[in-house]
Nanobody, 112 residues
Framework: VQLQAFGGGLVQAGGSLRLSCTTSLSIFSFDYMGWYRQAPGKQRALVATLTDGGSTGYADSVKGRFTVSRDNANLYLQMNALKPEDTAVYSC?????????WGQGTKVTVSS
């Protein structure tokens, strides 16, 4: 099982980016999928989750600004009103048959 995140880049504060995560399976094969981020010098932190039933969850720091969604092929993270503190490497993960799989991250840099 493979996952790959992409779509990161450099954006000014207040701007938007849309991250995508492609997988080698249908997105609907996963029991759970999530977006995580790791800022420089910090531990990896949960950003958003999406269950197979379609329920979503968000870290308090991104509620109202980020939206997680999916189609059959991709998991998405729409990021609006970006702040410098959103700067991090963003990764996607998925739970499939009791095992968590991680994809390579994509770097997001928000300039002030």
């Amino acid at each position: 099982v493979q996952l790959q995140a992409f779509g990161g880049g450099l954006v000014q504060a207040g701007g938007s980016l849309r991250l995508s995560c492609t997988t080698s399976l249908s997105i609907f094969s996963f029991d759970y999928m999530g977006w995580y981020r790791q800022a420089p010098g910090k531990q990896r932190a949960l950003v958003a989750t999406l269950t197979d039933g379609g329920s979503t969850g968000y870290a308090d720091s991104v509620k109202g600004r980020f939206t997680v969604s999916r189609d059959n092929a991709n998991l998405y993270l729409q990021m609006n009103a970006l702040k410098p503190e959103d700067t991090a490497v963003y990764s996607c993960s998925g739970l499939y048959r009791g095992r968590i799989y991680w994809g390579q991250g994509t770097k997001v840099t928000v300039s002030s």
